[in-house]
T-cell receptor, first 116, second 113 residues
Framework: EPEVTQTPSHQVTQMGQEVILRCVPISNHLYFYWYRQILGQKVEFLVSFYNNEISEKSEIFDDQFSVERPDGSNFTLKIRSTKLEDSAMYFC??????????????FGPGTRLTVL | GESVGLHLPTLSVQEGDNSIINCAYSNSASDYFIWYKQESGKGPQFIIDIRSNMDKRQGQRVTVLLNKTVKHLSLQIAATQPGDSAVYFCAAMNSGGYQKVTFGIGTKLQVIP
């Protein structure tokens, strides 16, 4: 069964460093998302991406964040200068379609980011 | 520094019993409501969704009820099994929002064998 994959599973970094979290969405999906979940808290939307551009982003997704689909398979989230409060689980998701009807979002297993 | 997190509400259910997980929402403009299951160390997994113009939808062993009058959503799991132990999140989507899903605070379901 197709699945969303994410690497690495755990990333430890020093405050101020840049990190790139990688995702491989399901191959025929067209809409891509990043969410984050701070330990013990709810899952929060960061950004949605379609047709090589951001379609929506949350207040959390400030100038320190960027997303890219560098090739036909990868979808990346970059944090330019990490802060302690960026420590969280980051989930990538993808859907086949967009539009006004809900389409099941398939989530990856997540990358745990620890900022020291 | 001090770290503050939310304490998840926990529901403990005997194996074989039915479980009911509740959720309150605030945004009347949501067009879809979704239940996700999150097992330890994994990403959220879709269980069932319901459109805002419906009040009930059934899946395999699960039923979602929507009461728009009181802005309440519930997930019923029939004959709860140990494999159902997880954190359950209700979520909502507004049709105008590029499939952006807004998650609620989860409920931890513990199934007692």
């Amino acid at each position: 069964e197709p699945e969303v994959t994410q690497t690495p599973s755990h990333q430890v970094t020093q405050m101020g460093q840049e990190v790139i979290l990688r995702c491989v969405p399901i191959s025929n999906h067209l809409y891509f998302y990043w969410y984050r979940q701070i330990l013990g808290q709810k899952v929060e939307f960061l950004v949605s991406f379609y047709n090589n551009e951001i379609s929506e982003k949350s207040e959390i997704f400030d100038d320190q964040f960027s997303v890219e689909r560098p090739d036909g398979s990868n979808f990346t989230l970059k944090i330019r200068s990490t802060k302690l409060e960026d420590s969280a689980m980051y989930f990538c998701a993808s859907t086949l379609r967009g539009g006004v009807t809900y389409n099941e979002q398939f989530f990856g297993p997540g990358t745990r980011l620890t900022v020291l | 520094g001090e770290s503050v997190g939310l304490h998840l509400p926990t529901l403990s259910v005997q194996e074989g019993d039915n479980s009911i997980i509740n959720c309150a929402y605030s945004n009347s403009a949501s067009d879809y409501f979704i239940w996700y299951k999150q097992e330890s160390g994994k990403g959220p997994q879709f269980i069932i969704d319901i459109r805002s113009n419906m009040d009930k939808r059934q899946g395999q062993r699960v039923t979602v009820l929507l009461n728009k009058t009181v802005k309440h959503l519930s997930l019923q799991i029939a004959a709860t099994q140990p494999g159902d132990s997880a954190v359950y999140f209700c979520a909502a989507m507004n049709s105008g929002g590029y499939q952006k899903v807004t998650f609620g605070i989860g409920t931890k379901l513990q199934v007692i064998p």
